[in-house]
């Protein structure tokens, strides 16, 4: 088992920044899983923001959040990080980080693919 919890949402103004942090625990972090941010907003479906390798070395990034947001990890500290600047209105959800077990080396972009979820942080930019 692996618990997940977010941390670092709240309010910002359009323009502003946020860093999201994922604390992992239950299970060894730093080579076994790969990781995924995802956001849902209200009324719509959850949607992929950012994923990473378990080393680190390869992320994919939402198109709408490229060069806005950085996805990164510290193994060592068993946290996953979400660094989002230039945030807009649009950027307004519940943000949740994901673990994904399988063997591959990509991380993934699908929800279906990943094993473990976090409660959720709210995340809200006010125009």
């Known amino acids: 088992q692996v618990q997940l919890v977010e941390s670092g949402g709240g309010l910002v103004q359009a323009g502003g920044s946020l860093t999201l942090s994922c604390a992992a625990s239950g299970r060894t972090f730093s080579s076994r899983y790969k990781m995924g941010w995802f956001r849902q907003a209200p009324g719509k479906e959850r949607e992929f923001v950012a994923a990473i390798s378990r080393n680190g070395v390869t992320t994919y990034y939402l198109d709408s959040v490229k060069g806005r947001f950085t996805i990164s990890r510290d193994n060592a500290k068993n946290t996953l990080y979400l660094q989002m600047n230039s945030l807009k209105p649009e950027d307004t959800a519940v943000y949740y980080c994901?673990?994904?077990?399988?063997?591959?080396?990509?991380?993934?972009?699908?929800?279906?693919?990943?094993?473990?979820w976090g409660q959720g942080t709210q995340v809200t930019v006010s125009s």
């Open positions: 994901a673990a994904d077990f399988r063997a591959t080396y990509y991380p993934s972009r699908e929800p279906t693919e990943y094993d473990y």
